[in-house]
């Protein structure tokens, strides 16, 4: 008699969780070979997975320059796990699919419906399909005008090669630049403070790939159905306002500061704080130093890192929708209302207590980090703080810590970005046990609150 063998099933979360995980290892393998250091010196594995982690999941911190310190075949390989990563490695295992002509199966159904943070498989593929045609025009539209730019300065071979894949990078919102090799290691963005083309290209690429792509799908149907969904209206108000109010905040804040805006132009100074707007929404590139912000922009900018971009985008942290469920909670409590009414529809139960259950998770995660770094970073705790929010938000933004974080620090730094980009509900799913239905519930008991 043959022994019975139970066949394991994953869910969803675990396979996406088991899925990114081995697309990270399988970087941090390759970014440590020779071949793929400037030099022939093998970079260390755990800065190799560090820099593996940040790339798959479109962070952006590093320990090393990107420029400088990778060949071409790093750079590359760096620019490959950024595409992978920003569009899910679901999304790309079903362009394959199309490729090939190959039937998308139920259980991948589900996946994808999971990894695009849907409610239903209805139109799952469709959306697919346009996630990937968008993504590639976008791209290709800004890498033509990135190559443009960037050839006058640079040269034609090096200018299109730069356009290219800054135009990836910017538009996953990943934050990795090549600049050490122009300007020095860790500028950044920062030569190009003045610069308009790059200004509006880069912000245009970090604001679309931080909108989701349920809600670039919406938009770009409206001129047939004339009429936006719920989800779309919430995340269009919501990334307007919080960028608007951050260029107004970080305007205000550094105006006199010369090490920032102090010394640009009145063109400059607007450029920069809406630049600085934008990039904490999980893009990781700066046109400032950012160590040099007054104290109160730099806590700012953490507030909008742990806000973060939109479901279903290349971003992370708590999501614009959550936001917005909790500001309209605070509202109703305040007016004395029993729902949260959102341009004329009312939230279900089930949705703010998501809402509140994600937001609990993260702040807890983020402060318990923060606390662990604190005794083992020998760094002020504002920029422990900074540090921890970019890496759960999938920022990429630093005060300079990165590069001196210890290796405990560097394996917290590696699961809070994991987290991130997952999502702490999807992580707490696929660790968790299976949960079944209760057949019963207790009696409904009362506390003070307040």
Known sequence: MKPVTKKIQLTPPQILVIGFALIILAGAMLLSLPVASATGKPLRFLDALFTATSATCVTGLVVVDTGTFFSKFGQI???????????????????????????????????????????????????????????????????????????????????????????????????????????????????????????IVSMGLIILGGLGFVVMSDVMDYRNHRRLSLHSKVVLSATGLLILIGALVIFIFEFTNAKTLGSLTWGGKIWAAFFQSVTPRTAGANTVDLGSLRQATQFFMIILMFIGASPGSTGGGIKTTTFTTLIGAMIAMVRGKEDIVLFHYRLGKDRILKAITLTMIALFMVIFVAMILSTTENHPFLMILFEVTSAFGTVGL???????????????????MFAGRLGPLTLAYALGPKTEKELYRYPEGKITIG
């Open 77 to 199: 390989v760096i620019i490959l796990l950024i595409q992978v990563g920003g569009l899910g490695f679901m999304t790309m295992a079903t362009l394959f699919a199309f490729a090939l002509k190959k039937r998308i199966s139920l259980k991948e159904r589900l996946i994808l419906q999971e990894a695009m943070n849907q409610g239903s498989m209805e139109g799952i593929v469709r959306l697919i399909r346009r996630v990937i045609r968008y993504s590639l025009t976008i791209e290709l539209a800004a890498a033509v005008i990135f190559s443009i730019r960037w050839s006058l300065e640079l040269g034609p071979a090096k200018g299109i090669y730069f356009g290219f894949w800054h135009a990836i990078s910017f538009f996953n919102n990943a934050g990795f630049d090549l600049f050490g090799s122009v300007y020095g290691p860790f500028t950044s963005l920062t030569s190009y403070v003045n610069d308009p083309v790059v200004n």
């Open 398 to 416: 630093t005060m300079g810590m990165t590069t001196d974080l210890t290796d405990v620090g560097k394996i917290l730094i590696c699961l809070m």
